[in-house]
């Protein structure tokens, strides 16, 4: 069973600060990785995505991808309330039927002002 | 507007009840998924179709019955559900085959009483 594990939490962070989300995968071919947020009560929506080692920056946002160790993480920097959401890490994974993206179940970050 | 919206946002159906899910999306992509999320369980993935064509079913129990007429619509048909599938249902589409990034509707919260 290809899993996709985070830390539940919740990670609570003031204002400003640095926000360390982290992931970790079990399958060693999965060659896509994302990040969603999901506010209460609403659906995910795409943060980044990232598919080589190393790290890619959007703005507030960092992806940081070691494949070698099957570690995914994002952080974000400066955090602001309007970040508390919970964070879904998605690793793509490559079964009979194709290519399929499994989640995982998600951190709940809490950004206090 | 979206670029995926669902229908109906709630639906309280008895386990008797007959009713549908509909999903259309507006950004041209050639795939499309239906997923359920759960209290405290990851996204799971139900179907998916890509170019009209069901690839993937995720033994889902046949009282979910999935159409796809075109590329933009997709249906989920519900019949003789049971209190557990309460949950929100989600809609998502990708261009390209699943792997590439997907994008999700706003989800339907479906009750069964």
């Known amino acids: 069973q290809k899993e996709v594990e985070q830390n539940s939490g919740p990670l609570s962070v003031p204002e400003g600060a640095i926000a360390s989300l982290n992931c970790t995968y079990s399958?060693?071919?999965?060659?896509?990785f994302f990040w969603y947020r999901q506010y209460s009560g609403k659906s995910p929506e795409l943060i980044m995505f990232?598919?080589?080692?190393g790290d890619k920056e959007d703005g507030r946002f960092t992806a940081q991808l070691n494949k070698a160790s099957q570690y995914v993480s994002l952080l974000i920097r400066d955090s602001q309330p309007s970040d508390s959401a919970t964070y879904l890490c998605?690793?793509?994974?490559?079964?009979?039927?194709?290519?399929?993206?499994?989640f995982g179940k998600g951190t709940t970050l809490s950004v206090s002002s | 507007e979206t670029g995926v919206t669902q229908t109906p946002r709630h639906l309280v159906m008895g386990m008797t009840n007959k009713k549908s899910l509909k999903c259309e999306q507006h950004?041209?992509?050639?795939?499309m998924y239906w997923y359920k999320q759960s209290a405290k369980k990851p996204l799971e993935l139900m179907f998916v179709?890509?170019?009209?064509?069901?690839?993937e079913n995720n033994s889902v129990p046949s009282r979910f019955s999935p159409e796809c007429p075109n590329s933009s619509h997709l249906f989920l048909h519900l019949h003789t559900l049971q209190p557990e599938d309460s949950a929100l249902y989600l809609c998502?589409?990708?261009?390209?085959?699943?792997?590439?990034?997907?994008?999700f509707g706003e989800g339907s919260w479906l009750t069964v009483v």
């Open positions: 998502a589409s990708s261009q390209g085959g699943y792997g590439n990034t997907i994008y």
């Open positions: 399958d060693r071919g999965s060659q896509s």
């Open positions: 990232i598919y080589s080692n």
């Open positions: 998605a690793v793509t994974h490559n079964n009979q039927a194709g290519t399929a993206l499994i």
């Open positions: 950004l041209g992509h050639n795939a």
């Open positions: 179709y890509s170019l009209e064509e069901r690839v």
